[in-house]
C-alpha cells in the first residue's frame, strides 16, 4: 500500500480507508500536512472483524462514506483515536454519538451551503446510464451478439412513459430535466415533499402508492436514514406493474434486497438497474448476478476524478485545519431525519 512518510520522532498517523482504484495518493497534496505526519492508504476492504485491530495505533481516519461500519464496538477500540472525517457530510455507518461522548472530532466533506458538489451530475448520470441500459436490454444483446445471436427481444421507448422518483433532493431535481428530454413524464414521492417544491423542479407530487403503480421508472434518490432503511418491502414491489424498473443508486438498504431479489427472480417487476447494495464489494455469487433481468454496477455513482480531488482535497485540509487546532467542516450529527 502507498504512504507518505517522513521519519522524525513524534508522527501523527492517518489511515485513509477502501481507496478501492488506489486513486486517492494521487488526488490530493498528502505531503504538505508536513512531516509529522505519516499517511497510510488502504485499497482493500477492511473486515469488520478486524478493524479496531488494524487501525488501533492510528490518530487520523478517513473514510469514504459509508464503505466500512464504524459502531461503538469499534471505536472505543481505537485509543488513540482523535480526528474522523469522513467524505459526504454525514455518514449513516459512524456512531457520531460515541464520537461526541469521546471528544473525538468529526469532519466531513462537500459544501453544506447545500450547493451541488460534483457527485450530483456524476450519480445522476449513473442512474441514466443504468435506465438505458435496462430499457434498451444493452448487456443482454451486447453478450447475445458476442456468442452469434440477433435481437432477442424488444427494447422499451421512454418516450410516453412515466419516470418516479422516491426523493427530490438535488439528485432527484437533476433527473427531471434528461426525462423531460425523452419525453417522459415526471412523478414524485417522498415523505416531507411538497407540491410546490416538486412543481419547482418540473416533477408532481403523488402519493406513495401512486408512485409505485404509475411509473414504468423507479428511480430512487433518498438518504440513508432511520427513516429510508427498508423502506421499500415486497408489499410495495408488488405494487409495481410487471413490466416496471426499479433503480437505485442511493444506498442497498433502502430497498428489501431479498425482496428485490425474489421480486426480479419470479418477474414481479421488470427488471433491475443497481449501483448500491447491502454488502459492498458485491460478494462473489451473490443472488442478484444470476440474474438477467438485472444490470450491476460496482457504486460508481459518484465516482469521478472532479469529485474525487475535490472529496480528498477537504480532507486533506480538514486534516490540516485539525493539527492547527481550528477544526473545519464539522458534522454535529451524521443520521438525517
Not at 123 to 133: G, Q, R
Amino acid at each position: 500500500m502507498p504512504v507518505w512518510s517522513h521519519a522524525v520522532p513524534t508522527v501523527t498517523r492517518v489511515a485513509v480507508l477502501d481507496d478501492y482504484q488506489r486513486r486517492a495518493s494521487g488526488f490530493a497534496d498528502w505531503a504538505s500536512l508536513g512531516p509529522g505526519v505519516e499517511v497510510v492508504f488502504f485499497p482493500d476492504r477492511i473486515d469488520q472483524l478486524a478493524l479496531a485491530d488494524t487501525l488501533a495505533d492510528y490518530d487520523v481516519l478517513v473514510l469514504m462514506r459509508e464503505r466500512s461500519v464504524f459502531g461503538r464496538s469499534v471505536l472505543e477500540r481505537l485509543p488513540r483515536l482523535q480526528l474522523l472525517v469522513t467524505t459526504g457530510m454525514w455518514n449513516a455507518a459512524v456512531d457520531d454519538a460515541y464520537l461526541r461522548e469521546a471528544g473525538v472530532v468529526y469532519s466531513g466533506t462537500g459544501r453544506p451551503d447545500g450547493v451541488p458538489t460534483p457527485g450530483v451530475p456524476s450519480t445522476a448520470e449513473v442512474a441514466w446510464a443504468l435506465i438505458l441500459a435496462v430499457c434498451k436490454r444493452v448487456p443482454v444483446e451486447d453478450r447475445a451478439m458476442r456468442v452469434g445471436k440477433w435481437q432477442l427481444d424488444l427494447p422499451v421507448n421512454l418516450a410516453g412513459a412515466t419516470l418516479g422518483l422516491a426523493g427530490l433532493g438535488h439528485l432527484g431535481a437533476a433527473m427531471v430535466g434528461p426525462a423531460r428530454a425523452f419525453g417522459m413524464d415526471v412523478i414524485a414521492w417522498s415523505q416531507h415533499l411538497t407540491e410546490e417544491r416538486a412543481a419547482a423542479v418540473g416533477a408532481r407530487l403523488v402519493s406513495k402508492r401512486d408512485l409505485l403503480s404509475s411509473a414504468d421508472v423507479l428511480s430512487i434518490h433518498l438518504v440513508l436514514s432511520d427513516r429510508t432503511r427498508g423502506l421499500f418491502q415486497a408489499a410495495d414491489l408488488a405494487m409495481m406493474k410487471p413490466t416496471a424498473v426499479l433503480v437505485n443508486t442511493s444506498r442497498g438498504p433502502i430497498v428489501d434486497e431479498a425482496a428485490l431479489f425474489a421480486a426480479l427472480r419470479d418477474h414481479t417487476i421488470g427488471g433491475a438497474g443497481l449501483d448500491v447494495y447491502d454488502t459492498e464489494p458485491l460478494p462473489a455469487g451473490h443472488p442478484l448476478t444470476t440474474l438477467d433481468n438485472v444490470v450491476l454496477l460496482p457504486h460508481l455513482g459518484y465516482v469521478s476524478e472532479a469529485g474525487f480531488r475535490q472529496m480528498y482535497g477537504q480532507v486533506v485540509e480538514n486534516i490540516a485545519a485539525f493539527l492547527a487546532g481550528s477544526p473545519i467542516r464539522t458534522i454535529s450529527s451524521s443520521r438525517p431525519a
